[in-house]
């Protein structure tokens, strides 16, 4: 690893540990020539996802969409930052585990909306809305019944 200070192209790596989310590793360092130190993240490099839109149309993945998407469901609701940040990682995790190079908006909808049904029926509510286009009053009110048949199926 180059130095960062005089440019040397050697260092020695003092301490490794992993971050506190498991993700990387943090390396102290030691460059050989002026004697100073510096730090740097390895992380496993993630294969290029594409999605595959409505339109056919096709674009990187980008995790702050589904983010942005379960953050205005969650408007006002008593969901914390960390439950976000978890559904969100555990969507992108499912999504690069399924070893496909494209994957739809569709797929990717209804891990967030499996998800945001654990955690909040409201959030889900409202994601589900927005993503499924319920237009009318009649559609929306079929996907509350669905949920509240799904409901005392489970109370049984």
């Given at each position: 690893?180059?130095?960062?200070?005089?440019?040397?192209?050697?260092?020695?790596?003092?301490?490794?540990?992993?971050?506190?989310?498991?993700?990387?590793?943090?390396?102290?360092?030691?460059?050989?020539?002026?004697?100073?130190?510096?730090?740097?993240?390895?992380?496993v490099e993630m294969p290029q996802?594409?999605?595959?839109?409505?339109?056919?149309?096709?674009?990187?993945?980008?995790?702050?969409?589904?983010?942005?998407?379960?953050?205005?469901?969650?408007?006002?609701?008593?969901?914390?930052?960390?439950?976000?940040?978890?559904?969100?990682?555990?969507?992108?995790?499912?999504?690069?585990?399924?070893?496909?190079?494209e994957i739809t908006t569709r797929?990717?909808?209804?891990?967030?909306?499996?998800?945001?049904?654990?955690?909040?029926e409201v959030a889900y509510v409202?994601?589900?809305?927005?993503?499924?286009?319920?237009?009318?009053?009649?559609?929306?009110?079929?996907?509350?019944?669905?949920?509240?048949?799904?409901?005392?199926?489970?109370?049984?």
């Amino acid at each position: 690893m180059k130095c960062q200070f005089c440019n040397c192209p050697d260092s020695r790596v003092i301490d490794s540990r992993p971050t506190e989310e498991g993700a990387s590793i943090r390396r102290r360092r030691e460059c050989v020539n002026c004697g100073r130190r510096f730090t740097t993240y390895e992380k496993v490099e993630m294969p290029q996802l594409l999605v595959i839109k409505k339109d056919n149309t096709r674009e990187l993945f980008d995790p702050q969409k589904i983010r942005n998407g379960i953050i205005q469901a969650c408007h006002k609701r008593p969901v914390s930052a960390a439950d976000i940040e978890r559904i969100v990682g555990s969507v992108e995790q499912m999504a690069y585990n399924s070893l496909q190079e494209e994957i739809t908006t569709r797929q990717i909808g209804e891990m967030v909306m499996a998800s945001l049904r654990q955690l909040d029926e409201v959030a889900y509510v409202r994601f589900a809305s927005v993503y499924r286009q319920f237009t009318d009053i009649p559609t929306f009110m079929r996907e509350l019944r669905h949920m509240l048949d799904e409901n005392d199926k489970e109370k049984m």
